[in-house]
């Protein structure tokens, strides 16, 4: 009986501590969702030249990224790029997409921004990365660059002239752009039509390349100068940059983990779920989005950071 009237006793006890429980989680304030503290989770991107404020598929897209992250979803069309990095930095928007030295000039601006996707290629390519090429041998090295002639594209070139000259710079070797050896082509086409005839004996380039850093040269410039006729044995890459990965889809840092961790399964699996609404998202590059960090865009703050000291 005594047995008996102790299990009774705390069998009691759990019950009352349960109720006691459940009272006080009852009373206690609502703790804020991170969907509260935001309202409108606002989403920045750059008009398309000549297309206004409008936006191919919006209603779509809003629809798409609102039930990812069951809340409100707006879009804000920037005119330019500078427009959309002031809008990140100051927080009215949360999430913003850009190219890849737009990024490193908003990192660079506040150090509140990262990366969560960049986009991928058909073929495995996340990005490009310059190439130094030759023909029938007649620049033998990287050393010897100062005595011959070397075709680069315009100034404000990436892959063609940007990315060249800081990746060199990065590796100690200072080129200025105005180098009596380089000869400045009007375009990256120009370049390799000074190569093909014979006016320079190398000339900077670009190529595509995987995560790896194997190149896909399928396209790029040795593709393009063996479709011009070039007979592929005789031309030679001498100096290859580091990766400049696709531009990304970046957000605050400040950003709620669990909505950061939403987007990203949402992006990387939008290729295969809604091929649909990632053609509208992403036209340039069809091969979906891979997770993305800040690593990713060291040569792209290289190439911000030279020509930023090189304005001042």
């Given at each position: ?23 006080g ?9 991170w ?34 992250l ?23 928007v ?5 190219s ?13 921004v990262?990366p969560?996707?960049a ?6 390519a ?32 990436v ?12 590796e ?19 370049a ?11 000339l ?8 790896e ?15 011009a ?10 100096w ?22 939403r987007?990203?399964?949402?992006l ?8 649909e ?8 590059h ?8 800040r ?18």
């Amino acid at each position: 009986m005594a047995r008996r009237g102790k299990t009774a006793a705390r069998q009691a006890v759990k019950v009352c501590a349960a109720a006691l429980a459940a009272f006080g989680a009852a009373s206690w304030p609502a703790r804020a969702d991170w969907r509260d503290d935001i309202g409108t989770f606002r989403i920045g991107i750059v008009a398309e030249r000549g297309g206004g404020n409008t936006i191919p598929g919006l209603a779509r897209l809003t629809d798409a990224y609102a039930n990812a992250l069951g809340m409100k979803v707006e879009f804000v069309v920037a005119r330019d790029y500078a427009a959309l990095i002031e809008a990140q930095a100051s927080g009215r928007v949360q999430y913003a997409a850009y190219s890849a030295l737009a990024y490193a000039t908003a990192s660079e601006r506040c150090g509140c921004v990262e990366p969560l996707v960049a986009p991928v290629d058909a073929d495995g390519a996340v990005g490009i990365r310059s190439v130094l090429v030759t023909r029938d041998g007649r620049l033998p090295d990287l050393a010897a660059m100062a005595s011959h002639r070397i075709a680069i594209a315009p100034a404000e070139n990436v892959g063609g002239a940007l990315l060249p000259l800081a990746a060199l710079s990065a590796e100690g070797v200072k080129i200025a752009q105005d180098s009596p050896f380089l000869a400045r082509a009007a375009s990256a086409t120009a370049a390799e039509t000074m190569l093909a005839g014979g006016e320079v004996d190398a000339l900077f380039g670009w190529e595509p390349a995987d995560a790896e850093g194997r190149p896909a040269r399928s396209k790029g410039t040795v593709a393009r100068l063996a479709a011009a006729g070039i007979p592929g044995a005789s031309l030679r890459v001498l100096w290859t940059s580091g990766l400049l990965r696709y531009g990304p889809h970046a957000v605050r840092s400040d950003l709620d983990p669990e909505a950061k961790r939403r987007l990203t399964v949402f992006l990387t699996n939008l290729r295969s779920q809604t091929p649909e609404v990632y053609d509208l998202l992403e036209g340039a590059h069809s091969g979906g989005f891979a997770p993305a960090v800040r690593k990713d865009y060291a040569m792209a703050l290289a190439i911000v950071r030279r020509e930023t000291a090189g304005k001042e």
